[in-house]
DNA sequence: TTGTAGGCGTTATCAT
DNA sequence: ATGATAACGCCTACAA
């Protein structure tokens, strides 16, 4: 592999004149930088990065932590990142690895700062240590993290939803959410409740269910709901393979949705387009929430501004089949 | 951030037996080397990545390139790495990007080797620089490529999928494949088409389509295969996804899953859980897929064994509802 | 067993 | 505008 020693004798300069030319491009005559350009394309140079992290004092490296994937979010972050000159690492922890690399990528120099991608498990001790260094929460954070964060203003959406459903004239409108401490999770029933409030409906914890993030804990949902007394006409799920799952629930049960009860999701998941009615949901923003995660990053390790920010986007609400009654 | 100097200095040694602690971790006396430790754990110390990386010959860095982001085999590529004291760092491309930071990451010396995590655009150029790095594919490779790939068997796997069709009485089988020229696709139509032949099935191109790997993409098909005139009693899919949008036009078509046609997906993806009837489907062994991987890669970066290996793991044939009719 | 010093490939400072 | 050289933090001969 070339380093810039051969490159130089290559091209008849010195090593600072290819190092000028790579980074600065000013202060070089023309001459002497064609030939450095040619005598780069020639040897396929490309600088280290560990010489040249280890040399600057700033690092351009960010690490993305993924629990789950999200594929929107991480275009997002690139095109932020890539305008900015900075590159990016994925670490994909999953649900496995609560704590990730984080910490060592972190104090071994590897990268400058962290965005941590929908992270669900944010323990006191992650938050103490990452006091120390940039980050910011795209998507998901707890309300004693003092860390800049990106989100939709969940608890909003859900209100807006809620009250969306409440418009088509039902009466029992019933909440599936999460059992876990969720911020997003209670945020959304907060709004969920909020709305209810302010329609004067009375709040039935019979209609409150939670479960799983997935479509067989929708299918337990929908069971324990429509074995209750108090039978909802309006089911408003935290996420859409969960709606997805009671939907299932009420087909097989002869229930027809959106006729008999109506349906809504969360998230806009490519699921409320493959189901049958496609799902009511909200849609968030995710690759604007990666591009903005990304710029707050950025901005925090240039400027040091370590102030936590709250970052909210604008979601959008999709009404689809699951909600509103066709005229065929 | 603390380094090996400060260390050194507290611990009342040189850097030269700090950094035996931590490497070597012999030919030093038990005192001196607790009060190294002492003073890494005080410091909260941890080494420099890149002037470690910088003044060592061996890279431990491992770069999994990422198309469409596949959990499972992340996580097996992850605990083989870890298990050989390297890490990842993901490049998660897209489909915008085909090229990926691959190249650049490899002659900067940041990655040691990568892992092609089902890359489907191998184009000439990537495989003639690709000759001179460790890497290996990951579920996905192009004939013509001469790096080690790990896969399951396409063609047999299609193969037993098409004879199990065959064997529910089934005479008019049809395939919804691919329009791109993908190895994997490739080898699974040949793998349908030998099942024909050998069951001295004729085979009839009418029944043969072709599209995106997508819900909507089964959609066209079924809308194609229905329309014609030798209508199919069992529709293969390349993808579950696919498959999923087949059963959906059948359904809307009032023509019944599994009574009066058959159909089935590959992928054991979750939507084949998620749609009703369940989809009979292909699994693949991703964990091991990616652990297999991994295992390959860092040998090739050890031994220098650049002799490209096909290893192929065991695909599992699941049947669910789609293609058996329910005795109720 | 331990310490000193050189060098990995860059970038940045200081001359020229 | 250009070149020589110090320094980044680490590992590893080599010396003691």
Request: proline share 2%; hydrophobic share 40%; net charge negative.
């Given at each position: 592999?070339?380093?810039i020693?051969?490159?130089?004798?290559?091209?008849?300069v010195s090593v600072a004149t290819v190092s000028r030319v790579l980074n600065n491009n000013y202060m070089v005559s023309d001459?002497k930088k064609?030939?450095v350009l040619?005598?780069?394309?020639?040897?396929?140079?490309?600088p280290?990065?560990?010489?040249k992290?280890?040399r600057q004092?700033e690092?351009?490296?960010?690490?993305?932590?993924?629990?789950?994937?999200?594929?929107?979010?991480?275009?997002?972050?690139?095109?932020?990142?890539?305008?900015?000159g900075?590159?990016?690492?994925?670490?994909?922890?999953?649900?496995?690895?609560?704590?990730?690399?984080?910490?060592?990528?972190?104090?071994?120099?590897?990268?400058?700062?962290?965005?941590?991608?929908?992270?669900?498990?944010?323990?006191?001790?992650?938050?103490?240590?990452?006091?120390?260094?940039?980050?910011?929460?795209?998507?998901?954070?707890?309300?004693?993290?003092?860390?800049?964060?990106?989100?939709?203003?969940?608890?909003?959406?859900?209100?807006?939803?809620?009250?969306?459903?409440?418009?088509?004239?039902?009466?029992?409108?019933?909440?599936?959410?999460?059992?876990?401490?969720?911020?997003?999770?209670?945020?959304?029933?907060?709004?969920?409740?909020?709305?209810?409030?302010?329609?004067?409906?009375?709040?039935?914890?019979?209609?409150?269910?939670?479960?799983?993030?997935?479509?067989?804990?929708?299918?337990?949902?929908?069971?324990?709901?429509?074995?209750?007394?108090?039978?909802?006409?309006?089911?408003?799920?935290?996420?859409?393979?969960?709606?997805?799952?009671?939907?299932?629930?009420?087909?097989?049960?002869?229930?027809?949705?959106?006729?008999?009860?109506?349906?809504?999701?969360?998230?806009?998941?490519?699921?409320?387009?493959?189901?049958?009615?496609?799902?009511?949901?909200?849609?968030?923003?995710?690759?604007?929430?990666?591009?903005?995660?990304?710029?707050?990053?950025?901005?925090?390790?240039?400027?040091?501004?370590?102030?936590?920010?709250?970052?909210?986007?604008?979601?959008?609400?999709?009404?689809?089949?699951?909600?509103?009654?066709?005229?065929?």
């Amino acid at each position: 592999m070339a380093n810039i020693n051969e490159v130089a004798k290559l091209a008849g300069v010195s090593v600072a004149t290819v190092s000028r030319v790579l980074n600065n491009n000013y202060m070089v005559s023309d001459e002497k930088k064609q030939k450095v350009l040619d005598a780069v394309k020639e040897l396929d140079y490309q600088p280290n990065t560990y010489a040249k992290n280890l040399r600057q004092s700033e690092n351009k490296m960010i690490l993305v932590v993924c629990t789950i994937m999200m594929e929107e979010a991480l275009d997002g972050i690139k095109d932020a990142v890539q305008q900015a000159g900075y590159d990016i690492i994925i670490d994909y922890i999953g649900f496995r690895d609560p704590k990730s690399n984080a910490l060592k990528f972190l104090q071994s120099g590897l990268v400058g700062g962290v965005i941590f991608l929908n992270l669900l498990h944010f323990d006191d001790e992650l938050a103490r240590v990452m006091k120390e260094y940039p980050n910011v929460m795209c998507g998901e954070f707890l309300t004693k993290n003092p860390s800049t964060s990106v989100s939709i203003d969940d608890e909003k959406a859900a209100y807006e939803m809620t009250d969306y459903l409440i418009k088509q004239n039902k009466k029992n409108i019933a909440f599936v959410g999460l059992s876990g401490e969720f911020k997003f999770a209670t945020d959304r029933e907060r709004g969920y409740k909020r709305a209810l409030f302010d329609h004067e409906y009375s709040i039935d914890n019979k209609l409150i269910v939670k479960g799983e993030y997935s479509f067989e804990s929708g299918i337990d949902a929908a069971r324990k709901l429509m074995d209750s007394e108090n039978k909802p006409d309006a089911i408003f799920c935290i996420q859409d393979k969960i709606a997805a799952g009671v939907i299932e629930y009420l087909k097989e049960n002869n229930i027809n949705v959106p006729k008999d009860i109506i349906v809504a999701g969360f998230d806009n998941h490519e699921i409320s387009e493959m189901i049958r009615p496609k799902i009511t949901t909200v849609a968030q923003p995710f690759y604007e929430m990666g591009k903005e995660s990304a710029r707050a990053l950025i901005s925090i390790i240039k400027d040091e501004d370590h102030t936590g920010k709250r970052i909210y986007l604008n979601h959008e609400l999709c009404v689809k089949e699951s909600t509103e009654i066709k005229n065929d």
